[in-house]
């Protein structure tokens, strides 16, 4: 079993930068890859980054790509997601969840259903 606390939220002007971790319970963090998800109010849940189990393979959504970047400790059991130049249509919770997989395709995980452990979310907010 995975448990996963994420913080780092808040409120920013459009532009502005925000860094969100997510800490991870349990020994074996490093055979999950950890994705990064987030919700805005009356939308679904949408993915945003994945990061492979071994921290080799990234992969993003086309709204995020290069302003965001998903990294991984896998001594201190942590992912985050370095979030810059937002824009006020990134205002979401943000979640990260963890899925039992080991390889690098890592592309093709992007399915929220396909993730088996999720935070409680952390809130962004963008001002314009």
């Known amino acids: 079993q995975v448990q996963l606390v994420e913080s780092g939220g808040g409120s920013v002007q459009a532009g502005g930068s925000l860094r969100l971790s997510c800490a991870a319970s349990?020994?074996?963090?490093?055979?999950?890859?950890m994705g990064w998800f987030r919700q805005a109010p009356g939308k679904e849940r949408e993915f945003v980054a994945v990061?492979?189990?071994?921290?080799?393979?990234?992969y993003y959504a086309d709204s995020v790509k290069g302003r965001f970047t998903i990294s991984r400790d896998n001594v201190k059991n942590t992912v985050t997601l370095r979030t810059d130049s937002l824009k006020p249509e990134d205002t979401a919770a943000y979640y990260c969840a963890a899925l039992a997989f080991t390889g690098s395709m890592v592309q093709s995980r992007t399915w929220p259903d396909l993730y088996e452990y999720w935070g409680q979310g952390t809130q962004v907010t963008v001002s314009a």
């Open positions: 349990g020994r074996t963090f490093n055979r999950y890859a």
């Open positions: 990061i492979s189990a071994d921290g080799g393979v990234t």
